[in-house]
């Protein structure tokens, strides 16, 4: 399983949170998706300034913690920025 080589790899070498984030996304753990968001944001990770309109996380974004988090960030919440693609 991918998910479990990943870890393994964390034990020796860095492995990005955020790619951890997606996995847990992908297997409907919206938690544990949420918890990996908020390490690669502590991480600096560059990608979690697109977590808003990654399609891999559109099962997480209603999460809370997934809210707080794109506010702790200054994202511009999903559903304005599909207003401003779609109505400009």
Known sequence: MILAELRDRQRQRYVASYHLAVIYAGLGDTDAAVD?????????????VFINVEPDFA??????????????MNLMSHDKISIRVNNP
């Open 36 to 48: 990996n968001l908020e390490r690669a944001y502590d991480e600096r990770f560059n990608w979690t």
């Open 59 to 72: 099962s997480v974004r209603q999460h809370p913690r997934f809210a707080r988090l794109t506010e702790k």
